[in-house]
């Protein structure tokens, strides 16, 4: 039977995590990391999944039944995007899936909305429906709410288009930015973060303090806009005093911690224009920028405070078949 394999890159939030949540924009690069799946049609009405890297082995479930019930932990997003997509393209036979990665899912650079989107992409070619990138978009982040509930999309979008996007809220707005080149230094704090937990935190406190945190998330907005005009110019000295003002609104969210606080001040103190936090915070990354005769130092400075420099290249292709 024919089989297609398809890739997506990883993500990186520059700026605008958390506020990107309610109705504001932020700006997002895709990585050099890829998420591979490779999707077989067979005869049996099965749908089986093999994902080494989440643990998943020899998973098999009649293709009827699939979205539903317990799903186990690691196949669930995967699982989800094939009902998602049977629902509305009926299909005869059943599916063999393998998920390869380039990246670890400790890192939040967003390996499950890769996985989905590879898997609606592969569908869709394996079966000749030729969707277009803002209806795989559409699919998948469908089927992210469907899992987690809560999501802006950002990370769908980076899988999907690449490159380094402006995205607002459910891909309201979602434009690619026309740079070449993006020379950021990630730091891995050892630490893997629950976005749902940390968006459930800020919640509380904007629960409690609405015009506070409604009024932060207007000043991040203020950045991203900011940011956005710095980038497509590449003042890296300007996007870094962005990314420090970005990372204190962050902190004043709860959502910073010791260990990001100190790798992020020792790329600072030794010479990066700027450094905050990525994703939804609690952990996984920082990203900086820093001049290019710094850039042996901060990358030695986040060493030593503790954290794990990842190679990794910026503004990346987005999904594609391989």
Request: hydrophobic content about 40%.
């Amino acid at each position: 039977m024919r089989s297609i394999t398809v890739s997506a890159p990883g993500k990186l939030m520059l700026l605008g995590e958390h506020s990107v949540v309610y109705n504001r924009p932020c700006i997002v690069t895709a990585v050099g990391q890829r998420m591979f799946v490779t999707v077989e049609k067979t005869k049996d009405e099965f749908f089986e999944l093999n994902a080494p890297d989440v643990n998943v082995r020899d998973y098999r479930r009649p293709i009827s039944e699939t979205g539903n019930g317990e799903i186990e932990k690691g196949a669930k997003f995967a699982e989800l995007a094939v009902a998602n997509f049977i629902n509305k393209f009926p299909i005869a036979g059943g599916l063999k899936m393998k998920t390869k990665s380039e990246f670890s899912s400790q890192f939040g650079f967003g390996s499950s909305s890769a996985s989905t989107v590879c898997v609606i992409k592969a569908l869709s070619e394996l079966f000749n429906k030729g969707l277009s990138d803002k209806q795989i978009f559409d699919l998948a982040y469908k089927t992210v709410l469907d899992i987690q509930g809560k999501g802006s999309g950002f990370d769908v979008a980076a899988a999907v288009f690449g490159g380094t996007l402006y995205f607002w809220t459910g891909g309201k707005i979602i434009k690619p930015l026309s740079i070449k080149h993006l020379p950021l230094i990630v730091g891995y704090s050892g630490v893997k973060a629950d976005t749902v937990t940390l968006i459930n935190q800020v919640k509380e406190k904007a629960d409690k303090y609405p015009q506070v945190i409604e009024g932060i998330y207007d000043q991040i907005q203020i950045l991203v806009d900011e940011g956005k005009k710095a980038l497509l110019k590449k003042d890296w000295e300007s996007l870094g005093e962005i990314m420090n003002f970005n990372q204190g609104y962050l902190a004043s969210l709860g959502v910073s911690t010791k260990k990001l606080a100190d790798i992020i001040y020792a790329a600072r103190e030794n010479g990066a224009y700027g450094a905050k936090l990525s994703g939804a915070g609690g952990g996984d990354c920082m990203i900086c920028l820093a001049p290019e005769e710094k850039i042996k130092s901060v990358k030695k400075a986040i060493e030593d405070a503790g954290g794990k420099v990842i190679e990794i290249k910026a503004n990346e292709e987005g999904v594609r078949v391989e």
